[in-house]
Structures are given as C-alpha cells and as structure tokens.
C-alpha cells in the first residue's frame, strides 16, 4: 500500500503545490467541497491566453493554479491520501516507519509548473515553480525523513523539454531535496533511456527516478469499453465493414503544429485532400499562434518545407477551415468526443501525432481512437511509435502496410516514408482495396478486443511497477 499525503482537504484531497493566490477567500468561504473550487478555478484558466499581457510577440502568460490539478486517485487501486498533519510530528518528523509520498500531479504545459526564463523571459513576474510552492512541512519532511519522498506525476503529457527538466533539477538541488527521493512519472515511452541521454546531455549526476504513467490507456480504455456497451453507436464505429468506401483516408487535425502544418501542405501538394476527410481550422485563436512559423517556414531546420508555403497560404486564403463530425474544432478535446463518420465513411486512419521530434517518444489518444473506432491506421509520429504498441499488447499492420517508417530515426524521412506508404494505398485498383481490408479486419477486431480489456491490466502493471521503484528507496525497505 502506498500513502500519498496532501496538504490540505476539503471534501477530498486537494492539489499539492498549488499557487494559492488563485482563491480568493470569497470562494473559499463559498466552498463546500471541491468540485465548486475546481469550476471557479477553470473560470480563471478559461481567461488563459498565448500572448501576455504586453502583446510581447512569443512570450506566453501562465495560468492561475501554475500547472497543477487534483490528486488522481483512480490510478491505484491500493493506496491512502492522509493529510500531512496526521504523518508528522511537531517536528515534522514522520510518526512511524510507513512508506509517504507526497504526489504533486502536473497538469497542462510543462513550462506552468516548470516555468524558465526561455518560456517566460527575465522580465516576468512570477517565475516560481511547483518546487518553489512546496508547503513548509512538505518541505522539511522531505529533508528530514528517509520514508518521505516526492512523486511528480506528468501522465498526461509525453513530452518533457530540457530547459524545463533543467529547472526541476536546480530547485531539487536549491532546497536541499535529496535527488534519489524523487520520482518523476510520465507518458513518454522509453522514458529511461530519455533520461539517461538527458543526463549525458547536461552533465547531471544526481540523479531523479523517473517511471512511465500514461493516462491513455487507464482513460480511452475505460470510454471504449462503455461505449461499445452503450446502444448509442453513432459514437463509436462498432463494425470494419469490407467495402468500398466514401473516402479513402481520414486524418484528424485540431492543434496546427508545425509538423501538422507540414502534413496538410504535403497532402495539398499531392492532391489528396478535396475527395479525403482531412480536418482542420486555420482560423481558430489558439492556432493563430502556430501560423507564426509560415514567413520563414522555408528555412525550417526540421521540415523540408520547400515548396509547400504557397501550399499553406493557399488554404489559409481559399479553405481557411476544412471539417467533417465536429464543426468546432476549439471544442474538441482527447476524452468524451467521439463520432463514429470518419471512420465509417473511410479506409483507412492517417494519425497526426502530437510530436514526430527525434529524441521524443510519445504515444497520445490520437493513436488509440482508431484502435477504439476498429480502423486499421498509419502513423505521423515518434520513433519506434509502432514498436512500443506491439509492447503494450497490440498488432500492427504488416505486410499489409510497410511500417518500415518505424524504423527510421531522421523525422523528415520518417515523415516522408509514411506519407509515400499513405499514397500507395489510396492508389490501389478497387479490387486491391476490398482484398487489403479483408486482410486487416482480423487485426483491428484484435486490437479493439485488447483495448477495452486493457484497463484492469495496465493498473495493475502499474501498482506494481511503482511498489518496485518505492521499495529501492533506502528508508528500511519497508512497504506497508
């Protein structure tokens, strides 16, 4: 069993490491339990915007509450949350033996809870972090205490940048909080292996624990299973029916990254958006930010983008907005907006992962909706994104699409092979094509199947995985 402590309760555990000048004490004084605090602070992070205040170009403002959320208590089944005041002693000693953990769980962009002067600049305001916002007695314990350690828990997000695990380890060294005590989770795959060459990278020796927690497949796992349970089925696509189809691909776009943006323009420049479901919204706020890049698009150091920015200007000029099940794209979110129309109405999937970037390894809800939805798929991702599938259980697509594109470490060849396998397969005779998705039904009926029996399995995996990290922990070796 692992005991996580908590500052504070109100009905249920409060978030840990919270800038608490986000309440005010009207809401507190209104508050009867968390959920109300939870919906005024999102009013406050409603207001949340990319430009700061000074309209310094590139600068962004953080929100209110800097990066943290509500304890996730769903994730281990065999666990306490005890308020700090019923661990320590006067001297913030712990009362006994037992394992603490005092869990911080980051929410958002990496740079809220981590912030440095590269995101925010010298000049801004607030630059503290979530380690800076540690509760005295937190503090101490962690200091003092040899079974009182600190987990930073990042399972909704993959992608960490240097600059900002960079901070984590100056303020783990500016207050005196023992590297070995902390455990840092996340959803990037490969996560050992990230964090070794970091280290090597910037010449780190005292070294953190890191661990892989991926909220995917607790969450997508579990929203699966209840809608193939539901008779609600335009949700969810509940049969790979073998014929001909309305469109040959579907490829799902909300945030314009600029390998998204890359995508589009190369799908542009082989014509193969007009007659395929490929969705997008040049007009949104939050993707006005990302057009940034279209001046010197050309002299992109990641991208090949010669030749494609009259590509993107010509959809931002002539079809600014391309949608097909949700006309509002600024909506959408990962969890509770499915629509089963892209993939009834299509062959195939083309994922546009949230990152292709060498040295990331992350795989998102964007690759698991069509495993959800029974639609065979190829994947705009990270290295190895097919590899660390077929590791958590599921089966790919070969021979019946060359995933050769796995394989290869350079992004850009990597992008260019997907898109080359892409083309093949909508240019297969009509023959081809019923023969191709006759041979990949058994697979994406297997998959489906592995996806929604999945959660009970990966929690399980995943207590164990942690009791195995804690129990290295030099505090007597002790798990109660």
Same mark, same amino acid.
């Given at each position: 069993m692992i005991n996580f402590v908590t500052d504070f309760h109100l009905t249920e555990p409060w978030i840990n490491s919270m800038d608490h000048d986000v309440l005010t004490s009207d809401i507190l004084q209104q508050s009867t339990n968390n959920n109300f605090v939870e919906d005024e602070i999102n009013k406050k992070y409603s207001e949340y915007n990319t430009d700061?205040?000074?309209?310094?170009? =590139?600068?962004?403002?953080?929100?209110?509450?800097?990066g943290v959320w509500f304890p996730m208590k769903n994730m281990y089944h065999d666990s306490n949350f005890l308020n700090i005041c019923d661990v320590l002693?006067?001297?913030?000693?712990?009362?006994?033996?037992?394992?603490?953990?005092?869990?911080?769980?980051?929410?958002? +962009? /990496?740079?809220? +809870?981590?912030?440095?002067?590269?995101?925010? =600049?010298q000049e801004h305001e607030n630059l503290n972090t979530i380690i800076d916002r540690l509760s005295v007695r937190a503090l101490n314990a962690l200091q003092k205490n040899d079974n009182f350690h600190l987990m930073i828990n990042y399972n909704w997000e993959g992608i960490v940048y240097d600059h900002n695990f960079i901070v984590l380890h100056s303020k783990l060294h500016q207050y005196k909080i023992p590297h070995n005590k902390v455990l840092f989770s996340f959803a990037g795959y490969n996560i050992n292996k990230w964090y070794r060459e970091f280290c090597e990278r910037h010449k780190i020796k005292n070294r953190i624990n890191v661990f892989h927690l991926h909220w995917v497949w607790d969450n997508k796992s579990e929203e699966f299973y209840g809608l193939s349970m539901d008779q609600d089925w335009d949700k969810i696509n509940k049969e790979y029916t073998v014929e001909l189809k309305k469109h040959d691909f579907n490829n799902l776009n909300r945030r314009l990254r600029r390998h998204r943006l890359w995508t589009i323009a190369k799908l542009k420049e082989l014509d193969l958006i007009k007659n395929n479901i490929v969705t997008y919204d040049f007009t949104i706020p939050e993707n006005r930010n990302h057009l940034k890049w279209i001046p010197e698009i050309e002299f992109n150091n990641d991208h090949d983008f010669t030749n494609l920015r009259k590509q993107i200007h010509w959809l931002?000029?002539?079809?600014?907005?391309?949608?097909?099940?949700?006309?509002?794209?600024?909506?959408?979110? =990962?969890?509770?907006?499915?629509?089963?129309?892209?993939?009834?109405?299509?062959?195939?999937?083309?994922?546009?992962?949230?990152?292709?970037d060498e040295g990331y390894y992350y795989i998102s809800e964007k690759t698991v909706k069509p495993i959800g939805h029974k639609h065979p798929f190829?994947?705009?991702?990270?290295? =190895?994104?097919?590899?660390?599938?077929?590791?958590?259980?599921?089966?790919?697509?070969?021979?019946? /699409?060359?995933?050769?594109?796995d394989l290869i470490e350079n992004m850009n060849d990597r992008c260019i092979a997907v898109l080359n396998e892409l083309k093949r397969i909508v240019y297969l005779s009509n023959e081809e094509k019923i023969e191709?998705?006759?041979?990949?039904?058994?697979?994406?009926?297997?998959?489906?199947?592995?996806? /929604?029996?999945?959660? /009970?399995?990966y929690k399980k995996r995943v207590e164990q995985r942690t009791q195995e990290l804690f129990k290295k922990f030099n505090y007597n070796g002790k798990i109660i």
């Open positions: 700061n205040s000074k309209g310094q170009h =590139g600068v962004m403002s953080r929100p209110e509450g800097h002693d006067k001297d913030d000693k712990t009362i006994d033996d037992k394992l603490y953990v005092y869990k911080i769980d980051m929410y958002g +962009a /990496i740079n809220w +809870a981590l912030p440095s002067e590269y995101d925010y =600049g931002q000029l002539y079809e600014d907005k391309k949608t097909y099940d949700f006309d509002d794209l600024e909506k959408l979110w =990962g969890i509770n907006h499915e629509r089963s129309s892209p993939y009834t109405d299509s062959m195939l999937t083309l994922v546009s992962e949230t990152s292709v190829i994947v705009m991702g990270t290295y =190895g994104t097919l590899a660390e599938l077929k590791r958590e259980g599921f089966k790919t697509f070969h021979p019946y /699409i060359n995933e050769e594109y191709w998705m006759k041979n990949v039904k058994p697979i994406i009926d297997y998959n489906f199947r592995h996806l /929604i029996n999945f959660k /009970i399995k």
